[in-house]
């Protein structure tokens, strides 16, 4: 048999009795953990040694018991407070605060108080049984105290499974260790090394090495196939900046300045700076007439300059075509939009979304459902239907429906509608437009069938890698 050195390096720090920890099999031999990795699954291959896989579990206080292992048990507080005088059951709850619930039911089923209820108050005095001086569970948590204790190593199991009951009490660390143990004993002499010989035996059936080559992003993938799904449908990109004044995200798409959806539980605003040159002035005050005779309040041009987080992408297409006067044309904004929302399964405060928008003659509510039709047939949904609904700047308006083979429900995918006069007539814009949007990662859930949002963007790389990439 053919021996490399950092192999017989491993051998003559093993023994055939008793098993040896890796940490300490990396002390003895001054090996790298790569090269003692190494070495140990060529002897492995070997038969040579055998590798002992435990699993040990490590015990500490949780908030809660590193409060009672500083100012005591709430039952010792308890305690400690009607020792001398009996006092009111609410004058208690007031000084335990939190600790009462479990200060009074732990004393109670200790026979440490009596709880004696009058016509006016309930009073609580020390009970039948002396309290003793520590308790065991008292004994246990002053052991541990801020140290990491082996599980093994704690005999008093009855208190241990006691805290355990007792909510945030205590932390479980479960630590896996390897060791290593001689198959059998080996002559070192009688072995040859491998740099001594020119023919090394080769395993050729041994696996090859595993390379994790680099993948595209879930979501990216998606964000290429919808650019490239639109620009086959005659479409074209517009971009523009993440931060937009309050005037194109909300004025301009006629949305009163009252409006739930402006207000800081929806919407990122910036301190500074406002917006002075946002639009010209026969956009500013086209715009502040149709609200004040559409939504009958007091239009203020201190609300519209706000700068805010864009809180969709149809400020910039629509900002564009009111500043190109276009007539005809089929253009779309894709990029992140932020909303003031608490991120959970289905919801984040930072997301994607597409927007498109079809300008010209002739054109009604029947070609944009085609498109949509279309758009989804591409991206490799079958089942679509329209639910009619209401947005601020469409009308009439429509919900893109698809159906989830994962879940077996209907979802909404994208809104969509013919844009109002109200928001066209005031940029100077006669042709019809029709609009439909909506957010990608919701898109994204459908095609990958993933439950939770969040999963794509939590850096998992074996989660990333397990994508099935358009």
Same mark, same amino acid.
């Given at each position: 048999?053919i021996?490399?050195?950092?192999?017989?390096?491993?051998?003559?720090s093993?023994?055939?009795?008793t098993?040896?920890?890796?940490?300490?099999?990396?002390?003895?031999?001054?090996?790298? *953990?790569?090269?003692?990795?190494?070495g140990?699954?060529?002897?492995?291959?070997?038969?040579?040694?055998?590798?002992?896989?435990t699993?040990?579990?490590?015990v500490?206080?949780?908030?809660?018991?590193?409060s009672?292992?500083?100012?005591?048990?709430?039952?010792?507080k308890?305690?400690?407070?009607?020792?001398?005088?009996?006092?009111?059951? /609410? /004058?208690?709850?007031n000084?335990?605060?939190s600790?009462f619930?479990?200060?009074?039911?732990?004393?109670?089923?200790?026979?440490?108080?009596?709880?004696?209820?009058g016509?006016k108050?309930?009073?609580?005095?020390?009970?039948?049984v002396?309290?003793?001086?520590?308790?065991?569970?008292? !004994?246990?948590?002053?052991?541990?105290?801020?140290?990491?204790?082996?599980?093994?190593?704690?005999?008093?199991t009855k208190?241990?499974?006691?805290?355990?009951k007792?909510?945030?009490?205590?932390?479980?660390?479960?630590v896996?260790s390897k060791?290593?143990?001689?198959n059998?004993?080996?002559?070192?002499?009688e072995l *040859?090394?491998?740099?001594?010989? +020119?023919?090394r035996?080769?395993?050729v059936?041994?696996?090859?090495?595993l390379?994790?080559?680099a993948?595209?992003?879930p979501?990216?993938?998606?964000i290429?196939?919808?650019?490239n799904?639109l620009?086959?449908?005659?479409?074209?990109e517009i971009?523009?900046?993440?931060?937009?004044p309050s005037?194109?995200?909300?004025?301009a798409l006629?949305?009163?300045?009252?409006?739930?959806?402006?207000?800081?539980?929806?919407?990122?605003?910036?301190? &500074?700076?406002?917006e002075?040159?946002?639009a010209?002035?026969?956009?500013?005050?086209?715009?502040?007439?149709?609200?004040?005779?559409k939504?009958?309040?007091?239009?203020?041009?201190?609300?519209a300059?706000?700068?805010?987080?864009?809180?969709?992408?149809?400020?910039?297409t629509?900002?564009?075509?009111?500043?190109?006067?276009?007539k005809?044309?089929?253009? $779309?904004?894709?990029?992140?939009?932020?909303r +003031?929302e608490?991120?959970?399964y /289905?919801h984040?405060?930072?997301?994607?979304?597409?927007?498109?928008?079809?300008?010209g003659?002739?054109?009604?509510?029947?070609?944009?459902?085609?498109?949509?039709?279309?758009?989804?047939?591409?991206i490799?949904?079958?089942?679509? !239907?329209?639910?009619?609904? $209401? $947005?601020p700047?469409?009308?009439?308006?429509?919900?893109?429906?698809?159906?989830?083979?994962?879940?077996? /429900?209907?979802i909404?995918?994208?809104?969509?509608?013919?844009?109002?006069?109200?928001?066209?007539?005031?940029?100077?814009?006669?042709?019809?437009?029709?609009?439909?949007?909506?957010?990608?990662?919701?898109?994204?859930?459908?095609?990958?069938?993933?439950?939770?949002v969040? &999963?794509?963007?939590?850096?998992?790389?074996?989660?990333?890698? +397990?994508?099935?990439?358009?």
């Open positions: 048999m021996l490399h050195p950092i192999e017989k390096r491993i051998i003559k093993l023994s055939t009795k098993p040896l920890k890796f940490d300490m099999l990396l002390h003895k031999t001054k090996l790298t *953990k790569d090269q003692l990795h190494r140990i699954e060529w002897l492995k291959l070997k038969t040579l040694v055998n590798v002992i896989t699993q040990e579990i490590f500490s206080l949780d908030t809660n018991a590193l009672a292992y500083r100012e005591g048990l709430p039952e010792r308890l305690i400690k407070l009607i020792d001398t005088t009996p006092l009111d059951l /609410k /004058k208690l709850k000084i335990l605060k600790d619930g479990a200060a009074i039911a732990k004393a109670k089923e200790n026979n440490w108080i009596d709880i004696v209820s016509s108050n309930t009073i609580v005095n020390i009970g039948k002396k309290p003793p001086a520590i308790t065991q569970e008292e !004994k246990l948590i002053s052991y541990i105290g801020k140290k990491t204790i082996s599980y093994n190593k704690i005999l008093d208190s241990l499974e006691s805290l355990k007792r909510p945030n009490f205590l932390k479980y660390n479960s896996k060791s290593i143990i001689l059998k004993k080996i002559n070192l002499d *040859k090394d491998s740099k001594q010989n +020119n023919n035996v080769i395993d059936e041994s696996d090859v090495p390379f994790n080559i993948r595209i992003h979501l990216r993938a998606i290429n196939d919808i650019r799904t620009v086959s449908f005659g479409f074209s971009q523009g900046t993440l931060i937009q005037f194109w995200n909300f004025d006629f949305t009163p300045q009252n409006h739930p959806a402006r207000d800081m539980q929806d919407t990122f605003y910036l301190d &500074e700076p406002s002075n040159n946002m010209t002035i026969r956009q500013i005050k086209n715009i502040s007439s149709i609200h004040e005779q939504w009958h309040y007091e239009w203020k041009l201190s609300e300059k706000k700068m805010t987080l864009r809180t969709h992408t149809t400020c910039i629509m900002k564009h075509i009111a500043n190109q006067k276009l005809n044309a089929k253009i $779309f904004s894709l990029g992140r939009v932020f +003031n608490k991120p959970n /289905k984040l405060a930072e997301f994607h979304q597409i927007e498109g928008l079809v300008i003659e002739n054109i009604n509510l029947r070609h944009l459902m085609g498109i949509q039709q279309e758009f989804c047939k591409r490799g949904i079958k089942k679509i !239907k329209f639910w009619p609904t $209401f $947005f700047y469409t009308e009439p308006s429509l919900q893109t429906m698809v159906y989830n083979e994962n879940t077996g /429900k209907w909404e995918l994208f809104g969509m509608g013919i844009i109002r006069p109200e928001v066209t007539n005031p940029l100077g814009i006669k042709t019809p437009i029709l609009a439909f949007g909506g957010g990608i990662e919701r898109l994204a859930m459908l095609k990958y069938m993933i439950d939770d969040r &999963e794509f963007y939590i850096n998992d790389l074996t989660l990333l890698r +397990n994508f099935k990439c358009l």
